[in-house]
């Protein structure tokens, strides 16, 4: 099951996304937005990212303007390694060596041909593994360790450390 989000940026993309996925027969679950009204991405991206993370979707494809705002707003839900690819290399690579979880995309800046190449390279391609899974690992200790820290420490004590 993939987790599909958008915006108003998105949302003519997402329809050719969801007709491509479904004539592949790939499941999935569209968290928003359903309109082309003016919304804010960092709703439907904390949705769709959640899904991920929590199991019940396998990765997620999230689309906007630029796929700039999608890629910061996902990436700040622990678990969650989005990519913005506007390129069949980089939708390749980041599966093969980050073992991207999301995958995010910019209407304005990507065709929807290209565009659907790319999310098949993306769902198509699984992680090499070996040297690539301890870099993954280490991204994970960052994210436990940045936690960890504004948890434990008082809010002036943050401050501090960020000076
Ligand atoms: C919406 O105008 C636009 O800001 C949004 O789709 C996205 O590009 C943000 O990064």
């Not at 949705?47 to 707003?73: D, F, H, P, Q, Y």
């Not at 870099?135 to 820290?149: D, F």
Request: aromatic content about 6%; hydrophobic content about 35%.
């Amino acid at each position: 099951m993939i987790a599909l989000a958008c915006d108003h940026g998105g949302f003519a993309h997402m329809r050719e996304l969801k007709l491509h996925l479904d004539g592949r027969g790939v499941a999935y679950k569209d968290f928003g937005t359903y309109t082309d009204d003016s919304c804010d991405y960092p709703e439907y991206a904390e949705k769709a990212a959640r899904a991920v993370v929590s199991g019940e979707c396998s990765a997620g494809i999230l689309i906007c303007g630029t796929g700039i705002g999608m890629s910061i707003a996902a990436n700040k839900i622990p678990g969650v390694r989005a990519a913005l690819c506007s390129d069949c290399f980089s939708a390749e690579m980041t599966r093969r060596h980050n073992d991207a979880n999301v995958l995010t995309l910019g209407a304005r800046v990507t065709g929807a041909g290209l565009m659907l190449r790319i999310v098949d390279i993306f769902l198509d391609t699984g992680f090499d593994g070996g040297r690539h899974a301890r870099r993954v690992g280490m991204i994970g200790e960052l994210e436990r360790s940045a936690n960890c820290q504004d948890m434990c420490q008082t809010p002036t004590e943050t401050a501090e450390r960020r000076g």
